[in-house]
């Protein structure tokens, strides 16, 4: 009996599809066309159908086309009907189960998002979303057991550019959103697709709308991603794009992760607008005209947004970490009857409740274009709707590898107990969904310890509103974490140096360092 359960990763397959460093592939053909047939059977079954209508669409990772072709081979051997959409987004593999031309009962999106190039995954859609941690569950267990639909069947492969339905939604929203027919011409727009599958947004969705997208960069789909990391939270990425921003005086740049669920921005003074100010943008176009809204966000977010979400009448709910958790939540309220219009997690998922509640990071600059072709009608920049946003003095993230087995028991009581001493000695945040997180008075900022939702690794975040006071909460945390057997402080030793310099405040006043100590192991 395989064991396929190693490949979940949230709602998502995910694996090594490359030996590197001496690690063998885990993702391999078997498991992919095991885990197709899986889904092909799972799906019949909860649409009481015999034959589905199925899209198979992928990213531009190296292993990409192969899977794509494992899984066609795959459900062919099932009896389906199968579109091949080639270079596809996430996004648009939810939406061909919308599309009246197409209408699929569900699909497969062969993606691993922003990680290296020798990680794949799959994706599974169906008419209602993506996949949930438990039908994954049950498609897992089908595959592993062997079960799939008996061959025989005749199958159809259709090659079909779904791509342009997808493309053609886009245009559409700018189009009506300023009511003009050339929305952005006279506008220079720098597209970084980061060598993934998101480099047709500049051909097929801005320049027919009159956009100038001459300085976009590397759109061309290389699973390599020899640029840079296909990652709106990576900092070199950012840097990369706003620079190109600025050398062409663009009005504003794009950049997407691998496979177009996720965005940021940067405007045309080089302000990057990602992590709590791409949620403060996004919650500024909400709160226009939807006052008293609730925005669902991860936990990880800045006191400084929730004042500026709170100034513009709205509330903020911070969830759990994971973009479908915070989805999930706001779909819950929406099912209550309050109103939460956005869902958005700090790593650049943002999903609109007009828009199915997708996480379509294309959608979004979509309705950015919008805001910004109506504002420079008025004489106004993006930058102008946030501000008055405030960031944290100082902030900073640091991720903390478990180096033992049973590492989510060790995890759950590093929480448990961290909980406990912050409840004591601590300023503990009531609207927080996960792990903890407290206000620590003599450094003047939060910080907030959780359980990764994929990896075997405590990430940790801190603000402050006083110079040193991020150091000086690390260090705070180091007397807690160290005594831990299992856990790698090490990142958090390198961490504390870096961030400690000649003059800053080091003071760890207002906690009795024994009483911290006398939690840990």
């Known amino acids: 009996m395989e064991n396929y359960s190693k490949l979940k990763s949230g709602t998502d397959i995910r694996g090594r599809a490359i030996e590197s460093e001496g690690k063998p592939a885990i993702l391999t053909d078997k498991a992919v066309a095991d885990l197709a047939a899986a889904f092909a059977l799972w799906l019949t079954r909860r649409t009481g159908k015999t034959r589905c209508k199925l899209v198979v669409g992928r990213d531009s990772r190296l292993t990409g086309e192969r899977f794509a072709q494992d899984i066609i081979n795959a459900l062919r051997t099932a009896g389906q009907d199968i579109y091949d959409c080639g270079m596809f987004s996430t996004p648009a593999a939810f939406l061909v189960t919308k599309f009246p031309s197409i209408t699929a009962d569900g699909s497969i999106m062969i993606t691993a998002s922003h990680h290296p190039s020798d990680i794949n995954g799959l994706k599974f859609f169906t008419a209602d979303g993506g996949v949930n941690s438990a039908e994954l569950?049950?498609?897992?267990?089908?595959a592993e057991n062997g079960e799939k639909i008996a061959g025989g069947a005749y199958s159809t492969v259709i090659k079909r550019d779904?791509?342009?339905?997808?493309?053609?939604?886009?245009?559409?929203?700018?189009r009506k959103g300023t009511e003009l027919f050339l929305p952005l011409k006279d506008m220079k727009i720098v597209v970084d697709a980061g060598h993934g599958a998101g480099g047709f947004f500049a051909s097929r969705v801005l320049q027919p709308l009159g956009a100038d997208v001459?300085?976009?960069?590397?759109?061309?789909?290389?699973?390599?991603?020899?640029?840079?990391?296909?990652?709106p939270e990576n900092a070199e990425a950012m840097d990369s794009l706003k620079?190109?921003?600025?050398?062409?005086?663009?009005?504003?740049?794009?950049?997407?992760?691998?496979?177009?669920?996720?965005?940021?921005?940067?405007?045309?003074?080089?302000?990057e607008i990602n992590r709590c100010k791409l949620i403060a943008l996004a919650s500024a176009i909400v709160l226009t005209d939807r006052k008293d809204a609730t925005i669902v966000t991860d936990s990880v977010t800045t006191e400084g947004l929730r004042q500026f979400i709170e100034s513009r009448g709205g509330k903020q709910l911070r969830f759990k970490r994971g973009y479908r958790n915070v989805i999930d939540e706001a779909k819950r309220l929406c099912d209550e009857g309050t109103d939460a219009p956005l869902a958005i997690e700090s790593s650049g998922h943002v999903a609109f409740a007009e828009h199915h509640f997708l996480d379509d990071g294309a959608y979004f600059i979509a309705k950015i274009l919008v805001t910004l072709s109506n504002l420079r009608r008025q004489g106004r920049?993006?930058?102008?709707?946030?501000?008055?946003?405030?960031?944290?003095?100082?902030?900073?993230?640091?991720r903390l590898d478990f180096v033992c087995e049973d590492w989510r028991e060790l995890a759950e009581r590093i929480i448990t107990r961290l909980g406990g001493m912050a409840e004591r000695m601590l300023k503990v945040s009531q609207d927080n969904y996960e792990g903890v997180r407290a206000y620590v008075s003599h450094a003047k900022g939060y910080f907030i310890v959780r359980t990764s939702v994929?990896?075997?690794?405590?990430?940790?975040?801190?603000?402050?509103?006083?110079?040193?006071?991020?150091?000086?909460?690390?260090?705070?945390?180091?007397?807690?974490l160290g005594g831990f057997n299992g856990l790698d402080c090490s990142p958090l030793e390198v961490f504390i140096a870096e961030r400690t310099s000649?003059?800053?405040?080091?003071?760890?006043?207002?906690?009795?360092?024994?009483?911290?100590?006398?939690?840990?192991?």
């Open 381 to 398: 920049t993006l930058t102008d709707l946030i501000a008055d946003y405030e960031p944290p003095l100082e902030e900073g993230d640091v």
């Open 214 to 231: 001459s300085a976009s960069q590397f759109l061309e789909p290389d699973g390599h991603f020899p640029a840079h990391a296909p990652n």
């Open 162 to 174: 779904c791509l342009r339905l997808y493309c053609d939604m886009l245009t559409d929203v700018i």
């Open 243 to 271: 620079q190109r921003v600025l050398a062409s005086g663009a009005d504003l740049g794009v950049i997407f992760d691998a496979d177009v669920d996720r965005c940021a921005v940067v405007a045309a003074d080089g302000t």
């Open 137 to 142: 569950d049950e498609i897992i267990a089908l």
């Open 454 to 480: 994929h990896d075997p690794v405590l990430p940790i975040y801190i603000e402050s509103d006083k110079v040193g006071g991020v150091a000086s909460v690390a260090r705070l945390l180091l007397s807690f």
């Open 502 to 521: 000649a003059g800053a405040d080091g003071e760890d006043g207002g906690i009795d360092g024994e009483a911290v100590d006398a939690q840990n192991e």
